[in-house]
């Protein structure tokens, strides 16, 4: 996996794919996925 702070967000993509798809974030979305990481919404086990 590879992950790239752009200047609008994170871009995610597969290294082992480097020409396939590619998920982008906002950083309303990164900072809503690290809350409910910290808040415990999702499970980790």
Same mark, same amino acid.
């Given at each position: 996996?590879?992950?790239?702070? +752009? /200047?609008?967000?994170?871009?995610? /993509? =597969?290294? %082992?794919?480097? /020409?396939?798809? /590619? &998920?982008?974030?906002?950083? &309303? ?8 990481? %910290?808040?415990?919404?999702? =499970? +980790?086990?």
């Amino acid at each position: 996996m590879e992950v790239a702070r +752009l /200047r609008d967000g994170l871009a995610v /993509r =597969d290294s %082992k794919e480097p /020409r396939g798809p /590619r &998920l982008m974030f906002t950083p &309303l979305e990164c900072e809503a996925f690290a809350e409910g990481v %910290k808040g415990g919404e999702f =499970d +980790l086990s």
